[in-house]
Structures are given as C-alpha cells and as structure tokens.
T-cell receptor, first 112, second 115 residues
Framework: DVKVTQSSRYLVKRTGEKVFLECVQDMDHENMFWYRQDPGLGLRLIYFSYDVKMKEKGDIPEGYSVSREKKERFSLILESASTNQTSMYLC???????????FGPGTRLLVL | GENVEQHPSTLSVQEGDSAVIKCTYSDSASNYFPWYKQELGKGPQLIIDIRSNVGEKKDQRIAVTLNKTAKHFSLHITETQPEDSAVYFCAARLWGSGGYNKLIFGAGTRLAVHP
C-alpha cells in the first residue's frame, strides 16, 4: 500500500511565524504535490515537484515556498504565517507517467 | 482561468436510493477526469476515473459518464449505503505551458446517506 505521511495532524501557530509542513512518501514516487483545502473552494494546488530539487508553482503559490532535497520528502514552508493561511493542507504523490494521486491525511493549520 | 464546477454542494439521500453528482469543465483539451472520495479525517482517495475516449465507465455500484461536447461528466452511485457518506471531488487534467499536467478540482459535494 502507498503511504503518504504528514508530520502533524493539527498545528497552531502565531502570525509572523515561519512554519514547516513535512510530507514523506514511501513508494519512490517522482511527483509530489501540496494542496490547500477550504470549504466551498475544493482543493487548490500550491506547488508541485516532478523530481528532486525541482519545483513548479501551482495556482496559489503566493506566501508559500517548497523544498525537495530528497525524493521521498516534500516540504511546504510558510515564510511568515498569516491568518488567511489557516486551512487544511494536503500532500499527495504519484508515480511518473501515472495520473492517480495518493493523498496524506492532511494537516489542519490554525494561524492566530 | 480554467476551472471545474461541481454540483450540488450537499446531497442527502435515503439508503438504497441513487445519488448523482455533476461537474463541468472549461478546458476543451482536458482528457482525464478522476473522482476522489474523502472520508472524515482522511485524505481524498481515487474511486473511479474516465478518459476522453470513452463515454461511460462502471465499477460495481459506481459509474461515471462523460459528455465531451458539452464538457460535463457525472458520478452515479446506485443502492447507496451509509458508508458512501463522504465528500466527493471531481477533477479534470489540465496541461500547463511547461509540458507538465495538473489536476483542477471541483469544490466538492458532501453526500449524506441516511439509514
């Protein structure tokens, strides 16, 4: 079974803090994705990566950055957290050439 | 920009009834349409998908239909059971300028199946 794990299920941070969300997959997938999920807006793509040290902006990259130093790990970074970044963050991975994305359980982030 | 519209946002049915969720997409180049199910406290999981070269696909109690001309596709669940209660997302594949592709998701439908 494909397993995508996210470092925290719940996180509370203060405005202005630097926040790291970690995602690890154990199936040697080339592709990794970060989404945020908000009621009424569905899943929106923040950043994605098709290889180590490679990153591409998604639809809403502002206020976020990412890091992919190792194939199995994709980190989402909020340089200076703001209250409008309170959301559910979902990480996903997929094998090269395949469309199916495998999601982690999500991290619910609250920025106060 | 390109988007996927999904309706209804909430759907309540009695156990044993059918449920239908509809999506429309804007990019005529889209050729792959997956449906994901998200249960409480979990990440979304693929339940069925369809490609543009077919009009319908079935897997036991679930089916998906695609009308490329009208740019809409639908999820049909028959003989619903309480364990079908979840949030369902449709998506369409969009090709980017860098040769990469990504999924555009609908807003989601919360399905409640009442015993």
């Amino acid at each position: 079974d494909v397993k995508v794990t996210q470092s925290s299920r719940y996180l509370v941070k203060r405005t202005g803090e630097k926040v790291f969300l970690e995602c690890v997959q154990d199936m040697d997938h080339e592709n990794m994705f970060w989404y945020r999920q908000d009621p009424g807006l569905g899943l929106r793509l923040i950043y994605f990566s098709y290889d180590v040290k490679m990153k591409e902006k998604g639809d809403i990259p502002e206020g976020y950055s990412v890091s992919r130093e190792k194939k199995e790990r994709f980190s989402l970074i909020l340089e200076s957290a703001s209250t409008n970044q309170t959301s559910m963050y979902l990480c996903a991975s997929s094998p090269k050439g395949q469309e199916t994305q495998y999601f982690g359980p999500g991290t619910r982030l609250l920025v106060l | 920009g390109e988007n996927v519209e999904q309706h209804p946002s909430t759907l309540s049915v009695q156990e044993g009834d059918s449920a239908v969720i509809k999506c429309t997409y804007s990019d005529s180049a889209s050729n792959y349409f997956p449906w994901y199910k998200q249960e409480l406290g979990k990440g979304p999981q693929l339940i069925i998908d369809i490609r543009s070269n077919v009009g319908e696909k079935k897997d036991q109690r679930i089916a998906v239909t695609l009308n490329k001309t009208a740019k809409h596709f639908s999820l049909h669940i028959t003989e619903t059971q309480p364990e079908d209660s979840a949030v369902y997302f449709c998506a369409a594949r969009l090709w980017g300028s860098g040769g990469y592709n990504k999924l555009i998701f609908g807003a989601g439908t919360r399905l409640a199946v009442h015993p």
